[in-house]
Structures are given as C-alpha cells and as structure tokens.
C-alpha cells in the first residue's frame, strides 16, 4: 500500500513537487504541429505542469512557447497579434519573438533603455513527429533532442488521437500499463478469435485469446520496466502461451504490444495536477497504418464529433459519458457508443480527478498486488525513483519494439519466466524498426530467446 506522502511524490507535478521537477527534464509534447499550422496564425494557450503558457508559430515557421502573461502588466499573449516575427500584446503592444527577446515596446519613450533589460520568459522547442516539443529544466541539464521511437526515420507514418482527460497523469498511465483491464472493458473491441497473434482491421482489434486474468512477468530496468502478460490462448491452449509484453518508458511513455498493421505508443503528459493530454499514437508503414483521420475515427476522438476543436472530449461525467445501456443490455461490455480499443479509455474515464485526493477512496495503494501497476507504484521502487533513476525519455524512446510480443508463443517450462527471455531491448541509438506485417511477433521473441 501506498502512504498518502507516496501517493504525492508520485502524481502531483505543479509547482516544486519532485515529479514535475523530473519531467521538466525531459523533453515534453506541449502541442500537435497541427495546432499551431499557419505561420502568423492563431496563438494557442498551453497549460505544461501547472505552468501557463502560450504557443505560436511566427512568420518564418518557427514555433515558441511563452509565458502566456506578457511581461509587462500580465495580459495574456493568446490574445495578441501574431505578426511580423513576433506576439504583439493588445494590451500596451509589447512585442516579444520565439526566443522571449521583446523586439518593441510601443508604450516606452523612443528613448528608453528598457527593451534591452527585458527578457521574456520563453522555453526552448523542437518540431518533430508531429509534435512541438519544449524543455522546460534547467538550461544546463536540457538534454539532446532525438528522434521519438515512431518516427524512426522521416518517411515513417505517423498518426496521432490527443485528448484531453480531465484526471491526474499517473491516474491515466495505470490503465495503459494495466493488461487485464484489456479483458474486460475492452472485451467488445478486442474480440477473441481464433488466430495466432493480435490483429486489426478498420472496426477492431482481435486477440487470441478469452482469458481475463493474465500472468504478469515484470522486468526492471534501466528505462523503466517492462513485463509480459501471459494469458491461456484459444488454440493451443495446453502447449502455448498468448504473450503481450509492454514497455514503460519514464516518465511518460507506454508502448502497448503492435499487431498486424501498425505500432503503438502512448504519451501521458501532465498538464496540472488534475488534467492531461492523453496521446494515443500508430506509427509504421504507409500501406498499413491508418491516416490521421481514420485513427481519430477508429479511437472515437474526431473533432467536431466526440471532441471540441481545443481536444476537450464531449463525453463527460455529466452525461455519464454517453453510457449507453440499451447497447450494454445485449451483451456490450464497454460504456460508451461504439467499438473502438480505446473509446472508454480517453474518452469516458469514470474517476475522480486526482487519485491523491483523501476522499476518492480510489488509489493505486488499492489495487490488487497482482497488477502490474501495483507493482510500479508499490514500494520499494516507486515510480518517482525508477524515473528518476532512467534515462531521458529521448534516449530512451530509442529502445524500439522490436522485443514486443503479441503473439502465441511455446509455453514455457513449468515455472519458467518469460522474463530472462525479454532482455536486450537496450539499443540507444535511432534504427529503422520494420513494420509488424514484416514479420511475426513470434519470430521476434523467438530471435530475442536466441541472442
Ligand atoms: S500588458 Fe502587455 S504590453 Fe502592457
Ligand atoms: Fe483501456
């Protein structure tokens, strides 16, 4: 069990709190390119741990992201002008570029000195992958900037759902490390069949699989821990192990076993204590992995449709996230409308803002010990030190998929683990992962046993 002192250390991230020290130091998604598309276009506001902030992309292309409060009597900049290289705020019409440099101040007698003494907060970006990246640490420990595991090379295909989810980071990072939790809620969507691995088409995702309480085999390590989830298959069953194994990258970063067609991974970024912007990404070959609109559709998290244009979901606990029962009554096991893996996960999220909160009566600390997010959260290795501990997040993201299973696999010997079998996922340097469709899950587990 958790203590409540634990239990903080672990979820809140605003102001001084250790874990959003961590993830200052690493690079953040603070918003999708999409967002900020136009040169000289709309700023838009970004919350970041607590920190109120504001993105634009000025008339050269390049994207900054400020202080949202002008430095001058704290207006905020998402109203301003975005012209010329520059924020103009409305407010007197100082005029700050990408960097914080403040290039006019239109109040200021043509004499001052002042525009030279100030320096307007602003945090150093990347663009790539679809995201705009800032690094918001300490200037002497920013870390390189590398490629993210789904963008292994600039040809690969990347799409990517954001939602907005209006609960506590750690909150949402459970359920992407929780396989069981799969089983069930997911059970409409992710249909058992009578196949040898996992596999997609445009409506579901099918597993081999109707066993809803997996075998976990957990495996510190360097960046953060991986296990493998083993469940009885529906063929096979007395000679073969269905395996998914997963990856936690700390601080943030989940990637969920591929199937078929494409890669996954998921980015939990906090914006505050009780808030987070959910990114649930496919990445691989142009052929097989869905289009940015088709992936929305498929996850249920269009715009227009199941979210406002700021990624806010329309569900929400107020309309009891569009529970429909009618559908439940014939045999659906998911909440919401629809089938899609992830329809209940970002959009429908039945919990309380923040699992620190003393009256939830809802914590990691409450979870059976079995699960794998018990395990992450328990002492003696809470999340916090195994965090701290990792590698940067950009380093890490190296550590590809190709020692993800998804597959029917030999069963092991009675009491053998599958654990001593999942090492070597440690390359630290950008390679071309091939896509799932090249080659079976198995067969890559089984060239892991071999090495
Ligand atoms: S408050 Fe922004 S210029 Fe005065
Ligand atoms: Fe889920």
């Known amino acids: 069990m958790l203590t409540q002192q634990e239990n903080e250390l672990l979820c809140l991230v605003e102001g001084d709190a250790p874990m959003g020290q961590i993830m200052r130091r690493h690079w953040l998604p603070a918003c999708l390119s999409e967002e900020v598309a136009e040169p000289d276009g709309d700023p838009i506001r970004v919350r970041l741990l607590g920190e109120d902030l504001v993105a634009f992309r000025d008339t050269d292309g390049r994207v900054g992201v400020l202080d949202e409060m002008c430095p001058h009597r ?7 002008r975005n012209e010329e290289c520059g924020l103009r705020c409305l407010y007197h019409g100082w005029k700050m570029d990408v960097e914080g440099n403040v290039l006019e101040m239109a109040s200021e007698p043509a004499e001052s000195k002042m525009v030279e003494k100030v320096k307007h907060k602003a945090y150093p ?99 953060g821990f991986r296990y493998a989830a083993l469940r009885r298959p529906i063929t096979d069953a007395k000679t073969h192990d269905y395996v998914r194994t997963m990856l936690f990258i700390a ?39 869905p289009d940015t609109e088709s992936w929305r559709k498929f996850l249920g998290t269009q715009i227009g449709i199941d979210l406002d244009a700021r990624f806010r979901k329309f569900r929400s606990r107020e309309n009891n996230y569009w529970q429909d029962r009618r559908i439940m009554q014939l045999g659906t096991a998911t909440p919401g409308s629809g089938a899609s893996p992830t329809r209940t996960s970002p959009c429908g999220r039945p919990w309380a803002p923040s699992p620190t909160a003393p009256t939830t009566g809802w914590a990691p600390a409450t979870w059976p010990s079995s699960s794998s997010a018990a395990r992450w959260f328990r002492p003696p ?71």
């Open 381 to 451: 290795r809470p999340c916090s030190r195994v965090v701290r501990r990792s590698a940067p997040a950009s380093r890490a993201f190296h550590i590809t998929s190709s020692n993800l299973s998804r597959a029917l696999c030999p069963r092991r010997p009675t009491g053998g683990s599958w654990v001593p079998l999942l090492r070597k996922p440690n390359s630290t340097k950008p390679s071309r992962t091939s896509s799932p469709s090249d080659r079976s899950a198995s067969d890559r587990l089984n060239k892991t046993i071999n090495e």
């Open 251 to 289: 601080p943030y970063t989940v990637q969920i076993p591929p199937n078929n067609l494409y890669d996954i991974a998921i980015l939990h970024v906090p914006i505050d204590d009780t808030h987070t912007a959910f990114h649930f990404i496919t990445w691989g070959d142009e052929a097989t992995t």
């Open 74 to 80: 704290r207006a905020s900049l998402v109203l301003g």
């Open 125 to 223: 970006t990347h663009e790539e992958a679809g995201f705009v990246w800032v690094y918001m640490g300490p200037a002497d420990e920013q870390p390189e900037f590398t490629a993210p595991v789904f963008q292994p090379t600039p040809e690969t295909k990347v799409s990517i759902s954001k939602v907005i989810v209006d609960c506590n980071w750690a909150q949402i990072l459970e359920g992407a490390i929780d396989s069981a939790h799969s089983s069930s809620l997911h059970s409409t969507d992710m249909v058992p069949a009578r196949i040898g691995g996992a596999e997609a088409n445009d409506k579901l995702w099918l597993r081999p699989s109707t066993d809803k309480a997996p075998r976990l085999q957990l495996q510190k390590t360097r960046f």
